[in-house]
C-alpha cells in the first residue's frame, strides 16, 4: 500500500489530480449530505469516508489540517473540507469541496425559513419548534461534556475553561479578547515544551489500528502544488478578499451604515474574523449580538434558527443564514419582504462562510510544513479549553430563555446580569428538555433522531393544548 501511494504522488506531480476530480466532488456531496449534529459529527463523517474509506489521507495528515482550522475563526468543519480538497485538488479542488459541503444546508435552511416566515403561526408548526428548542439546549449541553472531556485533560486546561467562563459570563469581556488570550497563552505554553499544553488525539476513528500516512493515497511527502508559495498565496487570498469585502463596501457607499443590508455584511464580516472555537462559540458572540444589539430576532427564534441548524445537513453556524433571512424580512426597505429576506441569506452566507477559503489558501501551504509545531498545537489546546467555558455560557443563556418566560435584570453599578424569574417556570419545556436529555446521555440517541423525537412530542403538546 505504502508503494500504491508513493506512486501516485509520483505521478500528481505530472498529471491532473492526486484523486480524479469527478470522484472527489461526488465524495464531497455525501460528505454534505451526511453531516449533520455540528462540528464534531461532521468532522467524524469526514474521517470515515476520506481517511478510513476512501484512504486518500493519513490519521496525522488529517488531525494536523484539522488542528490549523480549530486555530481559525469560522467554522472548522467547513475549512477541513476545503484544506483536504485542496491537498487533493489544488485550488479547484478546495473551491468545490468548500462550496458543496455548504451548498444542501443552504438549501435547506433557505426553505424553511420560507415555511417559518409563511406559516410560522400554525399549531403544527409552533409545537415543532417549541420540542426543537428544548432539544437544542440538551445538545448545547451535551456539546459542554462532549467538548470538555476532550479539551480538559489537566488543572491548566480546566482553569482555562474556568477563567473564560468567568470573563464572559460575569465580567461581559469579548469573546474575540478572551480567545486572543488563551490563543497567546497557549503559544507560549507550547512553546516552552509545557506538557499540559500539548494536544491529544481527538476525532479518531475508533479502530485499533490508524492510517498512516504514507500509507494514504496522497502520501507523506508534500505534493508539489502544496509547497509553500507566497506569490500564489497572495495572488489568490487577495482575489478572494475582494470578492469578499467589494460587496460589503458597494453596499456602505449606496446604502449608507445604518441600512439593514449593510450592518449584515458589515456584522458577518466582522464575524468572520473574530470568532475563534468552533461553531457553538460562534453562536454565543451571534446569538448576544443579533438578538441584544440588532434586535433582529428574539431569543427564541434564535434557538429556532439553532433547531433548523441542527436538522439540516452541513455546518451548524449556518444558522446565520436564517438570522440575515428574518432581518431582512422585518426590515426590507423597498423590497418585497420575501426577496429582502433572501438576498439577505444569500449576502450572510456569502460573508460568512467565503473567508474560510481565504484563510485556507493563504496560511495552508505554509502550515503544511509545520507539522507537529509545539506552539501551534498549545495554541489550539487553550484555545479550545477556553471555548469549553464560552459554550457553558451559551448553554445557560438557552436555558434561561426555554426554560422560563420572564427574565429579570440584576445592576450594581455598571455590572448587569440576567437571571431567570423563578415562578415564570414553563414545566413543559422542563420536561421535553429532560427527556432530550436522557436521549443523548443516557439512551446515546444520536442528535437528529433527538430532535425529530422532541419536535413529535412538541407538536403532541402544543395540539393537546390547544384542544
Not at 505534493?223 to 478572494?240: D, E, I, Y
Request: aromatic share 10%; hydrophobic share 55%.
Amino acid at each position: 500500500m505504502a508503494d500504491l501511494a508513493k506512486s501516485t504522488v509520483e505521478r500528481s506531480s505530472t498529471e491532473k489530480d492526486i484523486v480524479p476530480l469527478a470522484e472527489a466532488a461526488k465524495v464531497w456531496v455525501r460528505v454534505a449530505a451526511l453531516s449533520f449534529g455540528g462540528p464534531a459529527g461532521q468532522i467524524a463523517v469526514m474521517h470515515r469516508i476520506v481517511v478510513d474509506e476512501k484512504r486518500w489521507v493519513g490519521e496525522h495528515r488529517f488531525l494536523h489540517a484539522l488542528n490549523y482550522c480549530m486555530l481559525l475563526p469560522g467554522p472548522e468543519a467547513h475549512q477541513l473540507a476545503i484544506y483536504i480538497g485542496w491537498l487533493l485538488n489544488k485550488t479547484k479542488g478546495g473551491l468545490i469541496a468548500g462550496v458543496l459541503f455548504i451548498l444542501p444546508g443552504f438549501i435547506a435552511i433557505l426553505a424553511l425559513s420560507y415555511i417559518y416566515v409563511l406559516f410560522g403561526n400554525l399549531t403544527f408548526i409552533e409545537g415543532m419548534f417549541f420540542g426543537l428548542k428544548c432539544a437544542v439546549l440538551a445538545v448545547v449541553i451535551q456539546a459542554v461534556f462532549r467538548i470538555g472531556s476532550r479539551a480538559l485533560k489537566n488543572k491548566v486546561m480546566v482553569a482555562l475553561a474556568a477563567a473564560a467562563f468567568v470573563a464572559i459570563f460575569f465580567l461581559h469581556i469579548p469573546f474575540p479578547l478572551i480567545i486572543i488570550a488563551a490563543g497567546i497563552i497557549g503559544y507560549f505554553g507550547g512553546r516552552i515544551g509545557n506538557p499540559a499544553f500539548q494536544v491529544g488525539g481527538g476525532h479518531k476513528s475508533g479502530s485499533a489500528k490508524i492510517l498512516e500516512d504514507g500509507d494514504s493515497v496522497l502520501g507523506e511527502d508534500i505534493p508539489p502544488h502544496a509547497k509553500p508559495n507566497l506569490a500564489w498565496s497572495l495572488k489568490t487570498s487577495g482575489a478572494l478578499a475582494v470578492l469578499w469585502l467589494l460587496p460589503v463596501a458597494v453596499l456602505l457607499l449606496a446604502l449608507g451604515p445604518d441600512n439593514v443590508f449593510s450592518k449584515i455584511g458589515v456584522f458577518f464580516s466582522q464575524m468572520a474574523v473574530v470568532t475563534f472555537g468552533g461553531a457553538y462559540a460562534v453562536l454565543a458572540y451571534v446569538a448576544q449580538a443579533a438578538v441584544e444589539g440588532f434586535g433582529w430576532l428574539r431569543p427564541g427564534e434564535m434557538l429556532d434558527g439553532l433547531g433548523m441548524a441542527e436538522t439540516t445537513p452541513g455546518p451548524l453556524i449556518m444558522v446565520t443564514q436564517f438570522v440575515g433571512f428574518l432581518a431582512g424580512h422585518r426590515d426590507p426597505g423597498g423590497l418585497n419582504p420575501l426577496t429582502a429576506a433572501t438576498l439577505a441569506a444569500i449576502l450572510t452566507t456569502w460573508v460568512t462562510f467565503l473567508p474560510s477559503f481565504l484563510w485556507i489558501f493563504a496560511g495552508a501551504p505554509f502550515i503544511e510544513k509545520m507539522r507537529g509545531n509545539l506552539a501551534l498545537s498549545g495554541a489550539m489546546s487553550a484555545i479550545t479549553a477556553a471555548v469549553v467555558g464560552v459554550i457553558l455560557n451559551l448553554a445557560i443563556w438557552f436555558g434561561v430563555h426555554v426554560l422560563f418566560h420572564e427574565v429579570a435584570t440584576i445592576s450594581f453599578g455598571s455590572w448587569a446580569m440576567d437571571v431567570p424569574v423563578v415562578t415564570s417556570l414553563t414545566v413543559p419545556a422542563l420536561v421535553l428538555t429532560l427527556l432530550a436529555g436522557v436521549a443523548i446521555f443516557r439512551l446515546e440517541l444520536s442528535v437528529i433522531n433527538t430532535l425529530l423525537g422532541a419536535a413529535a412530542l412538541g407538536i403532541g403538546w402544543t395540539l393537546i393544548e390547544a384542544s
